[in-house]
């Protein structure tokens, strides 16, 4: 159990971030951190999927329209290109901001996100008000990226990125480590 001082500390951590939740009954962890867009892999990864899968559709539709093969090559780069110049525009703008401020806190009954207000911009699934969550006995798999400080808790096709300082990265850890195979 943490001294009342920590908890206090932790909890107005997470009410300096715009529209966050109230710490919630169990808390285990908590930090803040700044989460960059441009340097950031597995959003990139994400955004060249959801991007880039449309552009090779286009590239299709335009060659079979157009009966002609060679659009196959042109098409999906230039489209990509003008989906992503937005996208890099608005990370660019953010990250020279500082990143996104995000709380992130590990509770008795899972982990949860919660962005600032610019989070909404760079993700679909960020909610700013109440944050992203989840369970415990969702998570299925723990995928961690020791070099960037990132752990990836997976649940089928959902994901939750948790961010972590550098000072807490070694908490989260140990704490992700006692609540998985409490559950397994």
């Known amino acids: 159990m943490q ?28 930090w803040k951190t700044r989460v960059g867009v441009l340097n950031n892999p ?3 990864r994400l955004i060249l999927i959801v991007l880039g899968v449309p552009s090779l559709l286009a590239g299709v539709v335009v060659a079979l329209v157009a009966r002609d093969a060679s659009m196959l090559v042109l098409v999906p780069p230039v489209a990509l290109a003008a989906t992503l110049a937005p996208f890099v525009a608005l990370g660019g703008a953010i990250d020279l901001m500082g990143g996104v401020r995000g709380a992130f806190f590990l509770t008795a009954g899972g982990a949860r ?8 911009a760079v993700s679909m699934n960020a909610e700013p008000k109440h944050g992203v969550f989840m ?3 969702e998570v299925r798999k723990v995928r961690v990226n020791r070099r960037q400080r990132l752990i990836v808790l997976r649940s089928g096709p959902r994901s939750l990125t948790l961010f972590c300082a550098p000072d807490t990265f070694t908490q989260v850890l140990g704490v992700l480590g006692r609540q998985t195979t409490a559950r397994s």
């Open 3 to 30: 001294a009342p001082e920590r908890q206090w500390e932790q909890g107005r951590m997470l009410a300096d971030v715009d529209r966050a939740v109230a710490a919630p009954d169990g808390l285990l962890a908590a």
């Open 42 to 44: 597995f959003l990139w």
């Open 113 to 120: 996100m919660v962005l600032g207000p610019h989070a909404r």
């Open 135 to 137: 369970a415990w006995d």
